[in-house]
């Protein structure tokens, strides 16, 4: 993209103690974006989004809004952001609608516009029927999906979204991947946190990987996987037979790159399925012992398992 980007972090670190949540991170979003960060829990996920939204200062680093710096004390600044954060933020003994008039006065929203921004954003999240209801009768989607309306209320220019779619139900997924595409379409720059690869390949233009604080890999999920994911065949072998099955694995015609992890081996490969038969017809003939075995298609899930040795589920 050329557009000047809407937001720019540079090089941000935020430490707890002698925890280091996130480190040395830079990125940019702009207007119609839809940026995944895709890592496994404690990743640095949450502390990214806190900063980024200016509610927690980093310790190093910049950040800039339209290119002007940007801090918590930033003039007009929650006027511009919305935040649906992880953890939710409803009066469960009110309605839907009263819920949101409490956020539309924080955002200066009141009287006839006000209640008629309230109408939309309900309409917006599939909440109309229920909005009269006590929220402490919702299922974990519609309270998700509450969450969300109150992050839109004032139509910000940059939405980050922090796990939205954790413990929802299917139906409830739908209208919020929905909405986020639609919120995309007009202009609207998102930031999208999952630790669901599936999540971050089908409904982000632009995905940046984080592991222990950092981006480690970021770019079009298809490219990530085209460059890095490709397929991968995980293979617990115990010596000496790990040594010689990762010899004759090197050899196979399509096979990238074997890398020995702990007790386990890991085959990067153009074609998973033909170099997994190559790999156990050998097995069997040789006898080398297979203790477990995982094919990863390509996918990103593929590419963190091969930047790391690890499973976006492992952690
Ligand atoms: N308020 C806090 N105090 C101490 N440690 C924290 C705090 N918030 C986060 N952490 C630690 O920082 C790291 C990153 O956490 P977080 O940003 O919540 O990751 P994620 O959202 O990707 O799961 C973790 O190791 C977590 O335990
Ligand atoms: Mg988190």
Same mark, same amino acid.
């Given at each position: 993209?050329? &557009?000047?980007?809407?937001?720019?972090?540079?090089?941000?670190?935020?430490?707890?103690?002698?925890?280091?949540?996130?480190?040395?991170?830079?990125?940019?979003?702009?207007?119609?974006?839809?940026?995944?960060?895709?890592?496994? *829990?404690?990743?640095?996920?949450?502390?990214?989004?806190?900063?980024?939204?200016?509610?927690?200062?980093?310790?190093?680093?910049?950040?800039?809004? *339209?290119?002007?710096?940007?801090?918590?004390?930033?003039?007009?600044?929650?006027?511009?952001?919305?935040?649906?954060? &992880?953890?939710?933020?409803? %009066?469960?003994?009110? $309605?839907?609608?009263?819920?949101?008039?409490?956020?539309?006065?924080? %955002?200066?929203?009141?009287?006839?516009?006000?209640?008629?921004?309230?109408?939309?954003?309900?309409?917006?999240?599939?909440?109309?029927?229920?909005?009269?209801?006590?929220?402490? $009768? %919702?299922?974990?989607?519609?309270?998700?999906?509450?969450?969300?309306?109150?992050?839109?209320?004032? &139509?910000?220019?940059?939405?980050?979204?922090?796990?939205?779619?954790?413990?929802?139900?299917?139906?409830?997924?739908?209208?919020?991947?929905?909405?986020? !595409?639609?919120?995309?379409?007009?202009?609207?720059?998102?930031?999208?946190?999952?630790? %669901?690869?599936?999540?971050?390949?089908?409904?982000?233009?632009?995905?940046?990987?984080?592991?222990?604080?950092?981006?480690?890999?970021?770019?079009?999920?298809?490219?990530?996987?085209?460059?890095?994911? &490709?397929?991968?065949?995980?293979?617990?072998?115990?010596?000496?037979?790990?040594?010689?099955?990762?010899?004759?694995?090197?050899?196979? +015609?399509?096979?990238?790159?074997?890398?020995?992890? +702990?007790?386990?081996?890991?085959?990067?490969?153009?074609?998973?399925? !033909?170099?997994?038969?190559?790999?156990?017809?050998?097995?069997?003939?040789?006898?080398?012992?297979?203790?477990?075995?995982?094919?990863?298609?390509?996918?990103?899930?593929?590419?963190?398992?091969?930047? $790391?040795?690890?499973?976006?589920?492992?952690?």
């Amino acid at each position: 993209m050329t &557009q000047e980007p809407l937001l720019r972090a540079q090089r941000l670190y935020k430490g707890y103690g002698h925890i280091v949540a996130v480190q040395d991170l830079s990125l940019d979003l702009h207007p119609g974006e839809i940026l995944g960060l895709l890592g496994p *829990n404690g990743a640095g996920k949450s502390t990214t989004i806190a900063m980024l939204s200016g509610l927690l200062t980093p310790d190093r680093g910049s950040i800039t809004l *339209n290119g002007k710096p940007f801090g918590p004390h930033t003039l007009d600044l929650k006027a511009r952001i919305g935040l649906v954060p &992880q953890d939710l933020a409803l %009066y469960p003994d009110l $309605t839907a609608r009263e819920n949101l008039r409490f956020w539309a006065r924080i %955002y200066g929203l009141s009287g006839r516009g006000g209640e008629r921004r309230i109408a939309e954003v309900l309409d917006l999240v599939g909440l109309t029927p229920y909005a009269d209801r006590l929220v402490r $009768t %919702y299922s974990g989607g519609m309270k998700r999906r509450l969450n969300l309306a109150a992050g839109i209320l004032h &139509q910000p220019a940059v939405l980050f979204l922090d796990e939205p779619t954790v413990g929802v139900d299917p139906q409830s997924r739908h209208a919020i991947f929905e909405l986020v !595409r639609a919120l995309a379409e007009s202009g609207t720059a998102v930031l999208y946190t999952t630790h %669901y690869m599936e999540e971050a390949q089908t409904l982000c233009h632009r995905v940046a990987i984080m592991d222990h604080g950092r981006i480690i890999a970021e770019g079009a999920p298809e490219a990530l996987i085209r460059q890095i994911g &490709q397929g991968m065949i995980h293979l617990e072998v115990p010596e000496p037979d790990r040594d010689a099955l990762a010899r004759y694995a090197r050899a196979l +015609e399509g096979v990238h790159r074997v890398v020995q992890r +702990e007790r386990a081996l890991l085959v990067q490969t153009a074609d998973p399925h !033909r170099t997994l038969l190559q790999l156990l017809q050998a097995a069997g003939q040789r006898r080398w012992r297979i203790h477990a075995l995982r094919l990863f298609e390509p996918n990103l899930e593929a590419v963190f398992l091969a930047l $790391t040795g690890k499973t976006l589920r492992d952690g």
